[in-house]
């Protein structure tokens, strides 16, 4: 069984940070290589943030470039989404992902990862 929850989530003013969690269950992160934040706005597509496997560095889509920090903390079977500078156009629900073994090439369109969290609302007003 797949357990991925999502926290962090909040309201805050262009311009703050927020940092996201995802907590895994033991059996989850064990059988992962790949993990990955993506995001979705009201009326829009989802769409891929920040992606991390053990075989090299983060990727980060366009959205998540320069602002964005993916990281994780193997200890606690946890992923982090560090959010800098945000802005009212990162107002989305925020949802992590598992199962490839990999970041591939078009890990940004979600159909490699079958197992995600219930999501994370951020909410940046101006």
């Known amino acids: 069984q797949v357990h991925l929850v999502e926290s962090g989530g909040g309201s805050v003013q262009a311009g703050g940070s927020l940092r996201l969690s995802c907590a895994a269950s033991?059996?989850?992160?064990?059988?992962?290589?790949?993990m990955a934040w993506f995001r979705q706005a009201p009326g829009k597509e989802r769409e891929g943030v920040a992606c991390?496997?053990?075989?090299?560095?983060?990727d980060y889509a366009d959205s998540g470039k320069r602002r964005f920090t993916i990281s994780k903390d193997n200890a606690n079977n946890t992923l982090y989404l560090q959010l800098i500078s945000l802005k009212p156009e990162d107002t989305a629900m925020y949802y992590c992902?598992?199962?490839?073994?990999?970041?591939?090439?078009?890990?940004?369109?979600?159909?490699?990862?079958?197992?995600w969290g219930p999501g994370t609302q951020v909410t940046v007003s101006s």
């Open positions: 991390i496997d053990d075989d090299g560095g983060p």
């Open positions: 992902a598992a199962d490839p073994p990999f970041c591939s090439r078009t890990w940004y369109d979600g159909a490699d990862f079958g197992d």
């Open positions: 033991p059996y989850t992160y064990s059988s992962t290589s790949s």
